[in-house]
């Protein structure tokens, strides 16, 4: 996406584009590049979670908080998990004003997500490892704490655009 929209500023006739890591000029990156680049100083060198192991990650997540819930046929409980994580991160509403329901042979279970995201959250930092939407996540949580590094990106960047930020946001 980057070299795409680089492409088509060559041929506009915009000079000095760049990667992020040029000072002057017009820097080019994908949303998730540029939330890298802002976490990367705090976090330091980390895996990024997706697929199979993104699952994985979340049922042990889901496991090791002690709930304790029933397969049932249809449902996906880490699915929903993901999915309820997705929108913490994705519109930056409190994780703790999410809740679940899963069905159980006995009923439905409500759940809080504070309860998996916790721990979640804990082990992902300990293991260095982020999601896609964390980059965005975090980044965006690190410019809303800290006045200082917020500046030193306001100084740097007098404008972002985000092609195509739809794609990323429900």
């Given at each position: 996406?980057a070299?795409?929209?680089?492409?088509?500023?060559?041929?506009?006739?915009?000079?000095?584009?760049?990667?992020?890591?040029?000072?002057?000029?017009?820097?080019?990156a994908?949303?998730?590049?540029?939330?890298?680049?802002?976490?990367?100083?705090?976090?330091?060198n980390?895996?990024?979670?997706?697929g199979?192991?993104?699952?994985?990650?979340?049922?042990?997540?889901?496991?090791?908080?002690?709930?304790?819930?029933s397969?049932?046929?249809?449902?996906?409980?880490v699915?929903?998990?993901?999915?309820?994580s997705?929108r913490?991160?994705?519109?930056?509403?409190?994780?703790?004003?999410?809740?679940?329901?899963?069905?159980?042979?006995?009923?439905?279970?409500?759940?809080?997500?504070?309860?998996?995201?916790?721990?979640?959250r804990?082990?992902?930092?300990?293991?260095?490892?982020?999601?896609?939407?964390?980059?965005?996540?975090?980044a965006?949580?690190?410019?809303?704490k800290?006045?200082?590094?917020?500046?030193?990106?306001?100084k740097?960047?007098?404008?972002?655009?985000?092609?195509e930020?739809?794609?990323?946001?429900d």
């Open positions: 996406a070299e795409q929209l680089r492409d088509r500023l060559s041929v506009l006739g915009v000079a000095n584009v760049y990667p992020l890591e040029k000072e002057n000029g017009v820097n080019i994908t949303f998730n590049s540029f939330g890298h680049r802002i976490v990367r100083p705090e976090f330091g980390y895996d990024v979670l997706q199979r192991e993104e699952r994985q990650f979340v049922k042990n997540a889901i496991d090791k908080s002690g709930i304790r819930l397969p049932m046929r249809g449902e996906d409980p699915g929903d998990v993901i999915a309820a997705a913490v991160r994705r519109g930056l509403v409190p994780y703790y004003s999410e809740t679940l329901e899963f069905k159980q042979p006995n009923g439905v279970m409500t759940v809080d997500l504070n309860d998996i995201w916790l721990p979640m804990q082990a992902q930092e300990s293991k260095k490892l982020l999601t896609y939407d964390d980059q965005i996540y975090s965006l949580n690190l410019l809303l800290d006045p200082v590094l917020r500046r030193e990106f306001q740097r960047y007098r404008f972002i655009l985000v092609d930020y739809q794609d990323l946001n």
